[in-house]
Nanobody, 122 residues
């Protein structure tokens, strides 16, 4: 009923930039936290950046000052601007959202996108 679709990944040289987008669609009543995780080969999935509906954000220490998360609540979309990319940023990036699909006291569920590959290499 709810889909998160990412776009914007690809291959970039060290020091370059990419912008990821994630649009949520389906039976959405409200979206709470929305953000990005990543998983590199052989490693656990880790938080990159996340933003609450009012707009407060949190970043992994490894990306502070280089990545910026933003949201367009009217479009149910979250973005991740990634600057000064490093080879260690190479990973599959997953969109994440905490979404209520019904009114009132309906539960809030966590949803994930299918992932988009980001490769930073010369």
């Amino acid at each position: 009923q709810v889909q998160l679709v990412e776009s914007g990944g690809g291959l970039v040289q060290p020091g370059g930039s990419l912008r990821l987008s994630c649009a949520a669609s389906g039976s959405i009543f409200s979206i709470y936290n929305m953000g990005w995780y990543r998983q590199a080969p052989g490693k656990q999935r880790e938080l990159v950046a996340i933003m609450s509906s009012p707009g407060s954000d949190k970043y992994a220490d490894s990306v502070k000052g280089r990545f910026t998360i933003s949201r367009d609540n009217a479009k149910n979309t979250v973005y991740l601007q990634m600057n000064s990319l490093k080879p260690e940023d190479t990973a599959v990036y997953y969109c994440y959202g905490q979404i209520r699909t019904g009114v009132g006291t309906s539960p809030v569920y966590a949803y994930w996108g299918q992932g988009t590959q980001v490769t930073v290499s010369a």
